[in-house]
């Protein structure tokens, strides 16, 4: 997969494509680029991805925070193990938002000479988002390209969005966002240094400096899995402000115990994949009923990795 930075460095030909944010990479998303790929391969094409940072939702003030789902590289490598052969993120501004259908489409077929464009049946784009699919059907004939509408996904009547996964996540519901998404929540980030009081205590954590731009679940303690170091372990992750240690307001930390593993973390980078949530953060009156919690959090948390190896349907081979 090559992932370029904006439109103006590719120039392509017979460009089977998508546009769009793909915030997440959700199973709505992976339909799309399903039908996408097949197509695009079996012409011998390439399969093409456009998509946007900043979030044109942040960009034209319809959303305050810039929190994302997936950071751009990381959206990037999803599409790219789903098969797509190139991504393009381009820059997103006042100026493009403020370009009708016709130009903008215009100027994607310059630089990817169309073959075919998939998108959602709910589609659009330019200003006034006036470039629905039969606007753009329009423009394909015109422009010798094919337009194809994917009917969006639904689990239990409800569409699948990237709003919808934000919203699950706000509210620390990871198992519906997974279900969404089509695999685990992920959050991933450097070890940096903490306090060095889960040692002290028997608990070593690992302290993760998590990208501003990425979306934290709600606070409280989850089951995860960890990546470090080409491993996959069982981890226990506090996402909070530490009640019991602390008694001025501090920034929220992701803290995270990785089972049978107790070695220097310092300056790796670690996957966390959030599959249940356990409890809220509390405060406790003295540091042993803390202990005594975290012991049984990680009983829990045990559960919730036997439960999902014994049952296949978490064992899919997704990205």
Known sequence: ???????????????????????????????????LTAGAHARGDPAVVLTFNPHPAVVLGKRTDCQCLTAP????DLLGQLGVDVVITHPFSLELAAMGARELIQMVNTRL????????DDFALGHSREGNIEKLRQLGQELGFEVHAVTKIEIDGEMVSSSQIRAFLANGEVELAERS?????????????????GRTIGIPTANLAILADVIMPKKGVYACQARVNGQTRGAVTNIGVRP??????VPPRIETHILELDEDLYGQHIQLEFLARLRDE????????????IHADIRQAQDVFDHRKNNPLNNRKIP
């Open 244 to 249: 019991t240690f602390e008694d001025q307001p």
């Open 113 to 120: 000479r169309l073959r075919q464009l998939w998108e959602g």
């Open 73 to 76: 590289q990381e959206k990037a």
């Open 1 to 35: 997969m090559q992932h370029y930075w904006s439109l103006d460095d590719v120039n392509l030909e017979n460009t089977w494509l998508t546009i769009g944010t793909f915030d997440g990479v959700h199973r709505g998303h992976q339909e799309i680029i399903r039908y």
């Open 181 to 197: 998404l089509g695999r685990p929540y992920r959050l991933a980030g450097e070890v940096v240094p903490g306090d060095g009081r």
């Open 282 to 293: 509390q405060r406790f009156g003295d540091v042993q009923a803390l202990i005594d919690q």
